[in-house]
Antibody
Framework: QVQLVESGGGVVQPGGSLRLSCAAS????????MHWVRQAPGKGLEWVAF????????YYADSVKGRFTISRDNSKNTLYLQMNSLRAEDTAVYYC??????????????????WGQGTLVTVSS | EIVLTQSPGTLSLSPGERATLSCRASQRVSSSYLAWYQQKPGQAPRLLIYGASSRATGIPDRFSGSGSGTDFTLTISRLDPEDFAVYYCQQYGGSPTTFGQGTKVEIK
């Protein structure tokens, strides 16, 4: 069965950095695009970033562009999110998520058929 | 970017009733690239519908999606007690992909 397990969350000061990881199993990781989606406490879902199956292209929400970097290591079945220049408004549960579409069919990101349980990032002094 | 507006914000219904949730896009969503998700407290979202009307694997047939262009609907034909949750729409026809703000379906 598909499993996505995030790690790396925690408390960080404004302006600081954090790297999230997501270990994937139960599917051919190298064949699917992957997303990061976040949810601030008590709020709705906000898409953060998407990376294509082979890492050739990535896309970002305007709110994180230039500060966050999504990457993947297909040899380790692992997705990453490097977060720099963190702000209080970045406080959220961050979900790692698998795109439903195979290969290049996902384009710049499609529907999400599997989600991890999330990791909490708190930006506070 | 395409802005999705969901209505109503909260829907108060009883088990067995029909629920109709709306998702309106600020621009036409190409190829009906519209998905619906269900989220319960403390849980990750679950994909219900993709391509505006295709049910995801394992989703009961009481859930149905319809619409095209800028207006989309999620219908739950008869509410089961486990269906009380928050529902989100997502468009993936334009970059960046975006989510609506959610509709909460609560027990009346």
């Amino acid at each position: 069965q598909v499993q996505l397990v995030e790690s790396g969350g925690g408390v960080v000061q404004p302006g600081g950095s954090l790297r999230l990881s997501c270990a994937a199993s139960g599917f051919t990781f190298s064949s699917y695009g992957m997303h990061w989606v976040r949810q601030a406490p008590g709020k709705g879902l906000e898409w953060v970033a998407f990376i294509q199956y082979d890492g050739s292209n990535s896309y970002y929400a305007d709110s994180v562009k230039g500060r966050f970097t999504i990457s993947r290591d297909n040899s380790k079945n692992t997705l990453y999110l490097q977060m720099n220049s963190l702000r209080a408004e970045d406080t959220a549960v961050y979900y790692c998520a698998k795109d439903r579409y195979y290969g290049s069919g996902a384009g710049f990101g499609g529907p999400i058929d599997y989600w991890g349980q999330g990791t909490l990032v708190t930006v506070s002094s | 970017e395409i802005v999705l507006t969901q209505s109503p914000g909260t829907l108060s219904l009883s088990p067995g009733e029909r629920a109709t949730l709306s998702c309106r896009a600020s621009q036409r969503v190409s190829s009906s690239y519209l998905a619906w998700y269900q989220q319960k407290p403390g849980q990750a979202p679950r994909l219900l519908i993709y391509g505006a009307s295709s049910r995801a694997t394992g989703i009961p047939d009481r859930f149905s999606g319809s619409g095209s262009g800028t207006d989309f609907t999620l219908t739950i034909s008869r509410l089961d007690p486990e269906d009380f949750a928050v529902y989100y729409c997502q468009q993936y026809g334009g970059s960046p992909t975006t989510f609506g703000q959610g509709t909460k379906v609560e027990i009346k």
